[in-house]
Structures are given as C-alpha cells and as structure tokens.
C-alpha cells in the first residue's frame, strides 16, 4: 500500500510541487492550505506522515504540531521559508522529525520523507525482535516500543533511531556525525544544532520518566549513553 501524506502549506505552488515530487515517488497525498484544514484532516484519516510549512497565516505549522501531539505522533516534516536557528529548533521540540528549508530540492525532500517513513515503520528484513537494554531503559525494535523502568517513551521515530544508536554501543563515545548516521541517509545533510534538539528532546522525555543521566556531554568530542538509572 502506498503512504498517505499530508501537505499543509499556504502556497499552491508550494504544494503543487510537493505532492507531484511525493506522488512521483509512488506516494498519495492530500493538499491543504491551512493549519485548520490540516487538523479536520488528520482527525478524518491519519495520514502516514505530515509535511507542514511553518510560516502559514492563522494557525502556524508550530501550533498545528503542538494541537496534533496531544493526540498523534504521526510523524511530522516541517517546511519553513526561513532558515532560522529558533524555527528549526522550536519545530524539532514541538515533536518535529526533520526539518527543510524554502526553496528545497524535491528530491531531498522526497528521500527526507522516506528517511522518516523508514524510521516509522521499518520493513521486515530490518525487524530485529531482540530487545536492546541500558540500565532501566528498554527499546523493542520490532515494535517500536520505548520504555524506562516500565514507563512509556514517546519518541519520535528519528528520536527512537537515535536511541537504538546509542544502545548498540553503550560504551562508545558518538560524535554527531555518527549519532545521526543512525537516524538519516548517508547523502542527507544534518546541521549540529539539528543533532542537539533532537538530543535534548532525548534527555527531556527520559527525564520525565525518571531518568536524569540519560545522555551525556563529553565536550569537544560527542555525547555518550548515562547509566540511565543502572
């Protein structure tokens, strides 16, 4: 079956390009051009991804994930026609998987969206129904499932990938490039500070759960898995 995606962006031109590069792709999109008529849409059929522009009158793309995280975690790539350092980190905190930049190339932003897509829901031959362990925390890949000390971890799927990385290698020291080389394709670009919220939003959800030394700094070198409650 093909992925259903959301494209909620003011611009018809925007989303004219987006959902012919998407639907080239062998995907089947819906256009909308408001954060309202995005909301009445996800609550009508929960699409397999969102692309989400930032910048749209009314209701922004931020307030739109805010409203949508409160019942969904359908994964969310969000577009912005500034490449601003507080856009991109407040989407990524708001519970964004990625983030692109006006103008973009359709094909990063198609291969972005299959990234996550991946990420989401892995095919079969990626399935690995062992459980990876640290301490009090527990990951499923097979599920998808997250937990610290029997509490659930409401990770996004680049979040999870993120996670699994570091649980593959408990020991090690990640520099960024190879924290997200867990999480991204080879050919896609990923800004340090990009690395950073998504960490940070790591940290911020174990710590919810309980857990205070989820990941570590090690300065001028990466970050490190803690003893996550051990």
């Known amino acids: 079956m093909p992925h259903h995606i959301l494209v909620a962006d003011d611009d018809p031109h925007i989303r004219e390009i987006i959902?012919?590069?998407?639907?080239?792709?062998?995907?089947?999109?819906?256009?909308?051009?408001?954060?309202?008529a995005a909301l009445q849409a996800i609550?009508?059929?929960?699409?397999?991804l969102v692309v989400l522009d930032i910048g749209?009158?009314?209701?922004?793309?931020?307030?739109?994930?805010?409203?949508?995280?409160?019942?969904?975690?359908?994964?969310?790539?969000?577009?912005?026609?500034?490449?601003?350092e507080i856009d991109r980190i407040l989407g990524l905190e708001m519970g964004g998987d990625?983030?692109?930049?006006?103008?973009?190339?359709?094909?990063?932003?198609?291969?972005r969206v299959n990234v996550i897509l991946r990420r989401a829901r892995p095919a079969p031959v990626e399935i690995d129904d062992r459980h990876l362990s640290h301490g009090r925390l527990t990951l499923a890949p097979a599920s998808h499932a997250a937990s610290f000390d029997g509490r659930t971890l409401a990770l996004t799927a680049i979040e999870f990938s993120i996670l699994k990385g570091f649980l593959a290698r408990p020991a090690h020291v990640l520099d960024r490039e190879t924290v997200?080389?867990?999480?991204?394709?080879?050919n896609i670009h990923v800004a340090g500070r990009t690395v950073d919220s998504?960490?940070?939003?790591?940290?911020?959800?174990?710590?919810?759960?309980?857990?205070q030394d989820a990941i570590e700094t090690v300065h001028g070198v990466g970050f490190r898995l803690g003893k996550c409650g051990a």
């Open 19 to 36: 959902c012919f590069a998407l639907e080239k792709a062998g995907m089947k999109t819906l256009p909308v051009a408001d954060g309202a």
């Open 43 to 48: 609550e009508r059929r929960a699409p397999d």
């Open 56 to 84: 749209m009158p009314e209701m922004d793309g931020l307030e739109v994930c805010r409203r949508l995280r409160q019942r969904s975690d359908v994964p969310v790539l969000f577009l912005s026609a500034r490449d601003e």
């Open 98 to 111: 990625d983030y692109v930049t006006k103008p973009f190339s359709p094909r990063e932003l198609v291969a």
């Open 180 to 186: 997200m080389a867990s999480a991204y394709a080879a």
């Open 198 to 211: 998504h960490i940070r939003n790591i940290r911020a959800k174990l710590a919810a759960a309980g857990c």
